[in-house]
C-alpha cells in the first residue's frame, strides 16, 4: 500500500533545495517584472519578522516574504489576539522572496516567524480599518496539543492488534485443521478487523505489505506474496489446506510481530490527521475497483471497515475540528450516505456483491458518494497539522 | 490577439469581486468558489468566435501566435445560447458524458448551479483565492496561478436519461429528445455511450481543457459521475487557408451553414420559442448529437487514392469537389444524376443532396479529430469525434445518417459510441444558471 511523506517542519538544510529553486526563480520573475513594490516587501530574518508595514486598506493583498537569515524558517500572519493563521508561507529558502497572497479583511495583523534553531517571533501589530471581510484566520492546532490524540490513537491500534492477533491465530488453527469453510468466514472477520486499523497503515511500516500486501508487484504465484490477500487468492482458487497451511501461519507470525513492535512507535503527530482522507483513499483506489478482490469478492466490505477507520479518527478529533472545521457536517453526511450505499449490497448469507458485479448505477453512486466524501475529507489534514505557535497564545 | 500571461500585481488597484460564498450550495461545501478578475475578457465577437471559422478566419499571423503561445481571447459566457455551439473548431476539446448522483430535484439544482459558477470563472479567467491553512488549494495550479480563458468554451446539454423519474421531470422533456439508436453500419459500445448529461469543453490548449475538467469534477463530486470521456483535436488547415482535414486525409467539414446567417441558425440549429411541442424552456437550446467513429487507418491507408475520391466525392488533396475547381464550389449532381463525376454513393452527395427538398436536414457540423492509442491488434485506434447541432434530430442528423447507410465508406469506420442531447439555452446573465427554466 501507499507510503505518504508528509513535509517536516524546518529540520535539514536539504528540505530548502526546491524551496531554494522556487523562490530564485520567484524572485527573478519578480525582479524582471518589476512587480515587487518595495511596500510589499516584508523582511524577515532571525531578528526581525516584518518590521513596520502597513497597506492602503482592505482588499486582495500580495506580500513578498524577503528571508534574509542564513537558514529557512516559516512564516505566518497572524491575528496577535489569538494565534489565528491568516496565511502561510512554508520552507522559505534564505535569501529568497516568496508571495503570500490573501484578502485582508478589517482586523489586526501581524507576521509571526519561525526560523530553524530560533525562538518564534512576532513582529508589528497592524490594523486594518474598515469593516470588509476577508481571508478568515483558523486557529492553528500546536504540537502539543496534538500528542493526546497520537497518544489515544497508539494505545487504540493496539487494542484492535490484540484482538486481531487472536483472530489471526484462530484463522491459522482452521486452515491447519483443514476447515475452510471456516476459514473463508475467519479470514473475513479477521481482514475487516485490520483495515479497520487502516488509519496506521504508513506507520506499520514493513509489516503492512507483509501483512496485506497485494499481489501487483510479486503476480499471484510469487513466493514472496504473503498476507491476508495471498491467503484470499488460495480460499478462493481451490488450494489446499496443506499449501495454505504455512501462509495461514506467516500470516498469524506477522500479525504477532507487528502487535510486539508497534507500542514502542512514535507516531508522527500530523499521521491521525492525515489518515481521516488517505484511508478512504486507498478504499477509492484498491478496493472499490476491484483491484485488491483476490476472490471472496468482499472488496465492499472492506470499504465499510475503512469507513468505521475514518470514522474512529473523526471521533479523535473531533473537539480540533469543530471549532475550525465548518465542513465536519457534510463529512458526516457524506460518510453516511457512503456507508447506506454499500450495505445494500450485503447479501442475505453474509457475503457481498462484489464491485464488478454491480449494476452500472450502483457502483456509480457508490463511487459518487466516495468521491464526494473525500473531497470533505480533505480539509482535515491541513487544518489539524501540528504548527508552531508563539508563546503568547 | 493573445494576451500575456500576467503577473499577480502585488497591489491589486480595486478588491476582487468575491465569488460565491463557500458553503451557499452543497458541492461548494468546504471548496473556495473562484474569483473572477485578473484577467480581462476578450472584446465582444473576438477571434476566438472564429477560429477556423469560414466565416470569420483569424489573420494567419495572429492564428499562428495564438497556436504557438496556447492562448485564446476570452469567449463571453452569457448570451441567449451557449457560447461554445456556433464557433468553428477550437484547436483541442473534450466531450465528456456524466452520469447524474445526485439525490433529489434540490440536489440536481445545487448541480446546475455549481456547473454554471465554473463555468463563468472558467471561461472569464482569474486568480482563484488562496486558502491559508484551511485545507488544500481551491485550483489545481495546472495553468499556474492565474487562470487565462484560453477561449474555453463549456456547453451543457442534457440526455433524455435525465427526463426518467428520479428528477420529476418526465413531463418536461424535450419533444425531440431520445436515447440514440443503432443504425445498420453501427457498432455501438453501450459504456460509451449516452449519459444524464454532456459537457463538452474546448479551448485553445489540452492544458486549459484539463484545468476545466478537473476544475468542474471536483467541485461537482458526489452529484455526477463521469460515464464516458474522449479528448480531440482539431488540426490546422493544411495548406494554410483551406479547411482542417480529417484523420482520414480529407479536408472535412466544409460545406456547413453559416453560422453569421440568423435566418440559417434560426431555421436548423436554434430550437425556436413555440415549436410545435417543445416545452418553452427549451427554447434557445440546441439538439446536440455526438457520434465517436473510429476510422480503420491502416485499411484505408492501402486504398489507393482514386477509390478514396470517389468515396468521398471530394479530391484528397485539394478539397475540391470531384466535378469542380474550388473547395467552397458547389457540387452540381443536377447534370450528373447517374454519377459519373461524383457518384451516386459518394459521402458528399448522400449527406447533403443539394436539394430543395433536403434543405431542411442540414446539420452544423463539427468535427475533432481523435487518438487514442492502439488496439487488440495493435492498430491505431483513431478517428472522429463527430458532433453537430440542429433544431429536430429526426429531421436533420438521423435523415442525414439514414441516407448515408450502407454508403462505400462504412467499411473504413466504425461508429461505437456517443448521444443524443439538447444543449441548453444559454445563461443570460449574472443570476441565471443553466436549466433554471427546466428546473423552475
Same mark, same amino acid.
Given at each position: 500500500?501507499? $507510503?505518504?511523506?508528509?513535509?517536516?517542519?524546518?529540520?535539514?538544510?536539504?528540505?530548502?533545495?526546491?524551496?531554494?529553486?522556487?523562490?530564485?526563480?520567484?524572485?527573478?520573475?519578480?525582479?524582471?517584472?518589476?512587480?515587487?513594490?518595495?511596500?510589499?516587501?516584508?523582511?524577515?530574518?532571525?531578528?526581525?519578522?516584518?518590521?513596520?508595514?502597513?497597506?492602503?486598506?482592505?482588499?486582495?493583498?500580495?506580500?513578498?516574504?524577503?528571508?534574509?537569515?542564513?537558514?529557512?524558517?516559516?512564516?505566518?500572519?497572524?491575528?496577535?489576539?489569538?494565534?489565528?493563521?491568516?496565511?502561510?508561507?512554508?520552507?522559505? /529558502?534564505?535569501?529568497?522572496?516568496? #508571495?503570500?497572497?490573501?484578502?485582508?479583511?478589517?482586523?489586526?495583523?501581524?507576521?509571526?516567524?519561525?526560523?530553524?534553531?530560533?525562538?518564534?517571533?512576532?513582529?508589528?501589530?497592524?490594523?486594518?480599518?474598515?469593516?470588509?471581510? /476577508?481571508? #478568515?484566520?483558523?486557529?492553528?492546532?500546536?504540537?502539543?496539543?496534538?500528542?493526546?490524540?497520537?497518544?489515544?490513537?497508539?494505545?487504540?491500534?493496539?487494542?484492535?492488534?490484540?484482538?486481531?492477533?487472536?483472530?489471526?491465530?484462530?484463522?491459522?488453527?482452521?486452515?491447519?485443521?483443514?476447515?475452510?469453510?471456516?476459514?473463508?468466514?475467519?479470514?473475513?472477520?479477521?481482514?475487516?478487523?485490520?483495515?479497520?486499523?487502516?488509519?496506521?497503515?504508513?506507520?506499520?511500516?514493513?509489516?503492512?505489505?507483509?501483512?496485506?500486501?497485494?499481489?501487483?508487484?510479486?503476480?499471484?504465484?510469487?513466493?514472496?506474496?504473503? /498476507?491476508?490477500?495471498?491467503?484470499?487468492?488460495?480460499?478462493?482458487?481451490?488450494?489446499?489446506?496443506?499449501?495454505?497451511? #504455512?501462509?495461514?501461519?506467516?500470516?498469524?507470525?506477522?500479525?504477532?510481530?507487528?502487535?510486539?513492535?508497534?507500542? &514502542?512507535?512514535?507516531?508522527?503527530?500530523?499521521?491521525?490527521?492525515?489518515?481521516?482522507?488517505?484511508?478512504?483513499?486507498?478504499?477509492?483506489?484498491?478496493?472499490?475497483?476491484?483491484?485488491?478482490?483476490?476472490?471472496?469478492?468482499?472488496?465492499?466490505?472492506?470499504?465499510?471497515?475503512?469507513?468505521?477507520?475514518?470514522?474512529?479518527?473523526?471521533?479523535?478529533?473531533?473537539?480540533?475540528?469543530?471549532?475550525?472545521?465548518?465542513?465536519?457536517?457534510?463529512?458526516?453526511?457524506?460518510?453516511?450516505?457512503?456507508?447506506?450505499?454499500?450495505?445494500?449490497?450485503?447479501?442475505?448469507?453474509? $457475503?457481498?456483491?462484489?464491485?464488478?458485479?454491480?449494476?452500472?448505477?450502483?457502483?456509480?453512486?457508490?463511487? &459518487?458518494?466516495? /468521491?464526494?466524501?473525500?473531497?470533505?475529507? &480533505?480539509?482535515?489534514?491541513?487544518?489539524?497539522? #501540528?504548527?508552531?505557535?508563539?508563546?503568547?497564545? | 490577439?493573445?494576451?500575456?500571461?500576467?503577473?499577480?500585481?502585488?497591489?491589486?488597484?480595486?478588491?476582487?469581486?468575491?465569488?460565491?460564498?463557500?458553503?451557499?450550495?452543497?458541492?461548494?461545501?468546504?471548496?473556495?468558489?473562484?474569483?473572477?478578475?485578473?484577467?480581462?475578457?476578450?472584446?465582444?465577437?473576438?477571434?476566438?468566435?472564429?477560429?477556423?471559422?469560414?466565416?470569420?478566419?483569424?489573420?494567419?499571423?495572429?492564428?499562428?501566435?495564438?497556436?504557438?503561445?496556447?492562448?485564446?481571447?476570452?469567449?463571453?459566457?452569457?448570451?441567449?445560447?451557449?457560447?461554445?455551439?456556433?464557433?468553428?473548431?477550437?484547436?483541442?476539446?473534450?466531450?465528456?458524458?456524466?452520469?447524474?448522483?445526485?439525490?433529489?430535484?434540490?440536489?440536481?439544482?445545487?448541480?446546475?448551479?455549481?456547473?454554471?459558477?465554473?463555468?463563468?470563472?472558467?471561461?472569464?479567467?482569474?486568480?482563484?483565492?488562496?486558502?491559508?491553512?484551511?485545507?488544500?488549494?481551491?485550483?489545481?495550479?495546472?495553468?499556474?496561478?492565474?487562470?487565462?480563458?484560453?477561449?474555453?468554451?463549456?456547453?451543457?446539454?442534457?440526455?433524455?436519461?435525465?427526463?426518467?423519474?428520479?428528477?420529476?421531470?418526465?413531463?418536461?422533456?424535450?419533444?425531440?429528445?431520445?436515447?440514440?439508436?443503432?443504425?445498420?453500419?453501427?457498432?455501438?459500445?453501450?459504456?460509451?455511450?449516452?449519459?444524464?448529461?454532456?459537457?463538452?469543453?474546448?479551448?485553445?490548449?489540452?492544458?486549459?481543457?484539463?484545468?476545466?475538467?478537473?476544475?468542474?469534477?471536483?467541485?461537482?463530486?458526489?452529484?455526477?459521475?463521469?460515464?464516458?470521456?474522449?479528448?480531440?483535436?482539431?488540426?490546422?488547415?493544411?495548406?494554410?487557408?483551406?479547411?482542417?482535414?480529417?484523420?482520414?486525409?480529407?479536408?472535412?467539414?466544409?460545406?456547413?451553414?453559416?453560422?453569421?446567417?440568423?435566418?440559417?441558425?434560426?431555421?436548423?440549429?436554434?430550437?425556436?420559442?413555440?415549436?410545435?411541442?417543445?416545452?418553452?424552456?427549451?427554447?434557445?437550446?440546441?439538439?446536440?448529437?455526438?457520434?465517436?467513429?473510429?476510422?480503420?487507418?491502416?485499411?484505408?491507408?492501402?486504398?489507393?487514392?482514386?477509390?478514396?475520391?470517389?468515396?468521398?466525392?471530394?479530391?484528397?488533396?485539394?478539397?475540391?469537389?470531384?466535378?469542380?475547381?474550388?473547395?467552397?464550389?458547389?457540387?452540381?449532381?443536377?447534370?450528373?444524376?447517374?454519377?459519373?463525376?461524383?457518384?451516386?454513393?459518394?459521402?458528399?452527395?448522400?449527406?447533403?443532396?443539394?436539394?430543395?427538398?433536403?434543405?431542411?436536414?442540414?446539420?452544423?457540423?463539427?468535427?475533432?479529430?481523435?487518438?487514442?492509442?492502439?488496439?487488440?491488434?495493435?492498430?491505431?485506434?483513431?478517428?472522429?469525434?463527430?458532433?453537430?447541432?440542429?433544431?429536430?434530430?429526426?429531421?436533420?442528423?438521423?435523415?442525414?445518417?439514414?441516407?448515408?447507410?450502407?454508403?462505400?465508406?462504412?467499411?473504413?469506420?466504425?461508429?461505437?459510441?456517443?448521444?443524443?442531447?439538447?444543449?441548453?439555452?444559454?445563461?443570460?446573465?449574472?443570476?441565471?444558471?443553466?436549466?433554471?427554466?427546466?428546473?423552475?
Amino acid at each position: 500500500m501507499v $507510503m505518504r511523506h508528509k513535509r517536516l517542519l524546518s529540520t535539514a538544510c536539504t528540505v530548502f533545495t526546491a524551496g531554494l529553486t522556487v523562490g530564485l526563480a520567484a524572485s527573478l520573475s519578480a525582479c524582471s517584472s518589476g512587480a515587487a513594490q518595495p511596500s510589499n516587501l516584508v523582511t524577515v530574518s532571525s531578528n526581525q519578522c516584518g518590521g513596520a508595514w502597513s497597506v492602503q486598506g482592505p482588499g486582495w493583498h500580495t506580500f513578498q516574504i524577503d528571508n534574509q537569515s542564513t537558514g529557512g524558517g516559516e512564516i505566518d500572519l497572524i491575528d496577535p489576539a489569538n494565534g489565528a493563521i491568516y496565511a502561510e508561507v512554508e520552507n522559505t /529558502g534564505p535569501g529568497t522572496i516568496t #508571495p503570500m497572497r490573501l484578502n485582508l479583511g478589517s482586523g489586526t495583523y501581524a507576521f509571526m516567524c519561525n526560523f530553524n534553531d530560533f525562538d518564534t517571533q512576532v513582529g508589528a501589530k497592524v490594523t486594518v480599518g474598515g469593516h470588509a471581510k /476577508g481571508t #478568515p484566520a483558523i486557529l492553528p492546532v500546536s504540537y502539543n496539543q496534538t500528542i493526546p490524540y497520537a497518544k489515544k490513537y497508539q494505545a487504540h491500534a493496539e487494542a484492535g492488534l490484540k484482538v486481531l492477533a487472536r483472530k489471526t491465530a484462530t484463522l491459522a488453527a482452521d486452515v491447519r485443521a483443514g476447515d475452510l469453510t471456516a476459514a473463508k468466514k475467519d479470514w473475513l472477520t479477521a481482514h475487516l478487523r485490520y483495515q479497520t486499523l487502516g488509519a496506521a497503515y504508513g506507520t506499520f511500516g514493513d509489516y503492512d505489505g507483509e501483512i496485506d500486501g497485494d499481489a501487483n508487484a510479486t503476480g499471484v504465484n510469487s513466493p514472496d506474496w504473503t /498476507g491476508f490477500y495471498r491467503l484470499e487468492y488460495g480460499l478462493w482458487h481451490g488450494q489446499s489446506a496443506k499449501e495454505l497451511t #504455512p501462509v495461514a501461519a506467516t500470516l498469524d507470525k506477522n500479525v504477532k510481530a507487528l502487535l510486539a513492535w508497534w507500542p &514502542a512507535q512514535q507516531i508522527p503527530l500530523s499521521d491521525v490527521g492525515l489518515r481521516t482522507h488517505e484511508v478512504l483513499e486507498n478504499a477509492l483506489q484498491f478496493q472499490l475497483t476491484g483491484n485488491d478482490d483476490y476472490g471472496s469478492g468482499t472488496t465492499l466490505a472492506t470499504t465499510l471497515a475503512n469507513i468505521q477507520g475514518t470514522r474512529y479518527l473523526l471521533s479523535l478529533l473531533r473537539p480540533l475540528l469543530v471549532p475550525r472545521y465548518a465542513g465536519l457536517p457534510a463529512v458526516y453526511s457524506g460518510l453516511g450516505r457512503l456507508q447506506s450505499l454499500i450495505e445494500k449490497e450485503h447479501r442475505p448469507n453474509g $457475503m457481498w456483491v462484489p464491485v464488478s458485479a454491480l449494476p452500472a448505477s450502483a457502483r456509480q453512486a457508490i463511487d &459518487a458518494a466516495c /468521491g464526494a466524501v473525500l473531497q470533505s475529507l &480533505a480539509p482535515i489534514a491541513s487544518i489539524t497539522e #501540528p504548527r508552531n505557535i508563539a508563546n503568547d497564545f | 490577439m493573445t494576451s500575456e500571461p500576467r503577473e499577480p500585481s502585488s497591489t491589486e488597484p480595486a478588491p476582487e469581486p468575491a465569488g460565491p460564498p463557500p458553503g451557499r450550495r452543497s458541492f461548494l461545501r468546504g471548496l473556495a468558489g473562484g474569483v473572477a478578475g485578473g484577467v480581462v475578457a476578450g472584446g465582444a465577437g473576438g477571434a476566438a468566435a472564429g477560429y477556423f471559422s469560414r466565416s470569420a478566419p483569424p489573420a494567419p499571423a495572429a492564428a499562428d501566435e495564438a497556436a504557438l503561445t496556447g492562448r485564446l481571447p476570452a469567449v463571453p459566457f452569457h448570451g441567449k445560447h451557449q457560447a461554445g455551439i456556433l464557433p468553428g473548431p477550437t484547436p483541442v476539446t473534450a466531450v465528456v458524458s456524466f452520469d447524474v448522483t445526485a439525490g433529489d430535484q434540490a440536489s440536481l439544482t445545487d448541480l446546475f448551479q455549481t456547473l454554471t459558477d465554473r463555468a463563468r470563472f472558467l471561461t472569464a479567467g482569474g486568480t482563484p483565492p488562496p486558502v491559508g491553512i484551511s485545507g488544500p488549494p481551491s485550483d489545481s495550479g495546472v495553468l499556474g496561478p492565474t487562470v487565462e480563458p484560453d477561449g474555453l468554451t463549456v456547453t451543457l446539454g442534457v440526455g433524455a436519461t435525465l427526463f426518467d423519474d428520479r428528477y420529476g421531470l418526465a413531463s418536461a422533456r424535450p419533444a425531440r429528445l431520445t436515447t440514440m439508436t443503432s443504425f445498420p453500419n453501427d457498432n455501438l459500445d453501450q459504456a460509451q455511450c449516452g449519459g444524464d448529461l454532456i459537457v463538452q469543453l474546448r479551448a485553445g490548449s489540452m492544458d486549459t481543457v484539463l484545468h476545466a475538467l478537473r476544475d468542474i469534477a471536483k467541485n461537482t463530486r458526489g452529484g455526477m459521475q463521469i460515464n464516458w470521456r474522449i479528448d480531440g483535436f482539431a488540426s490546422p488547415a493544411r495548406p494554410t487557408g483551406t479547411v482542417p482535414r480529417n484523420l482520414l486525409g480529407f479536408m472535412d467539414g466544409i460545406a456547413n451553414p453559416s453560422v453569421a446567417s440568423a435566418r440559417d441558425m434560426n431555421s436548423l440549429v436554434w430550437v425556436q420559442p413555440g415549436a410545435a411541442g417543445e416545452p418553452s424552456w427549451t427554447a434557445g437550446g440546441s439538439y446536440f448529437v455526438v457520434r465517436l467513429i473510429r476510422m480503420l487507418v491502416e485499411f484505408w491507408d492501402r486504398v489507393d487514392v482514386f477509390e478514396q475520391e470517389t468515396m468521398i466525392g471530394r479530391r484528397r488533396d485539394s478539397g475540391f469537389p470531384l466535378d469542380a475547381a474550388s473547395i467552397h464550389a458547389t457540387p452540381n449532381f443536377a447534370t450528373d444524376p447517374t454519377g459519373d463525376v461524383i457518384p451516386l454513393t459518394a459521402h458528399i452527395r448522400l449527406a447533403n443532396p443539394r436539394t430543395a427538398a433536403t434543405e431542411p436536414s442540414r446539420i452544423l457540423r463539427r468535427g475533432w479529430n481523435y487518438d487514442r492509442g492502439i488496439d487488440e491488434v495493435g492498430d491505431l485506434d483513431m478517428g472522429l469525434i463527430f458532433t453537430c447541432f440542429q433544431q429536430d434530430i429526426e429531421r436533420q442528423f438521423k435523415a442525414v445518417q439514414t441516407r448515408l447507410i450502407d454508403e462505400p465508406l462504412v467499411d473504413y469506420v466504425s461508429p461505437f459510441g456517443g448521444g443524443y442531447f439538447l444543449a441548453l439555452p444559454g445563461v443570460t446573465g449574472p443570476s441565471d444558471y443553466y436549466g433554471r427554466a427546466l428546473l423552475a
